[in-house]
Nanobody, 123 residues
Framework: QVRLIESGGGLVQAGGSLRLSCAAS????????MGWFRRAPGKDREFVAA????????YYADFVKGRFTISRDNAKNTVYLQMNSLRPEDTAVYYC????????????????WGQGTQVTVSS
């Protein structure tokens, strides 16, 4: 069983930055690929970024590549999402998730989800 707790969301102006954290319980954190998804107002949940188990490979949605960086610290059981150059359209609830197997691009392949953290970007 894995429990995920996100933190770091908040209100920022366009062009600003936020660093989201997702703390995971248990000793098997390194067994999971980790991903970030978001749900914007009026939209479905969408893939943002993911990182494999060792942390050597990362994956990004086109709309965040070059602005967001995903990383993980297996010793701390934590995954991060550094968000720079934020835009109003980045406003959403951001969720972290853990995946045992399958493509990291699809939410159906994730086994555990956090509660979400609100990110609001003002213009």
């Amino acid at each position: 069983q894995v429990r995920l707790i996100e933190s770091g969301g908040g209100l920022v102006q366009a062009g600003g930055s936020l660093r989201l954290s997702c703390a995971a319980s248990g000793r098997t954190f390194s067994y999971y690929a980790m991903g970030w998804f978001r749900r914007a107002p009026g939209k479905d949940r969408e893939f943002v970024a993911a990182i494999n188990r060792p942390g050597g490979s990362t994956y990004y949605a086109d709309f965040v590549k070059g602005r967001f960086t995903i990383s993980r610290d297996n010793a701390k059981n934590t995954v991060y999402l550094q968000m720079n150059s934020l835009r109003p359209e980045d406003t959403a609830v951001y969720y972290c998730a853990a995946s045992v197997s399958g493509s990291v691009y699809y939410s159906r392949n994730y086994d555990y989800w956090g509660q979400g953290t609100q990110v609001t970007v003002s213009s």
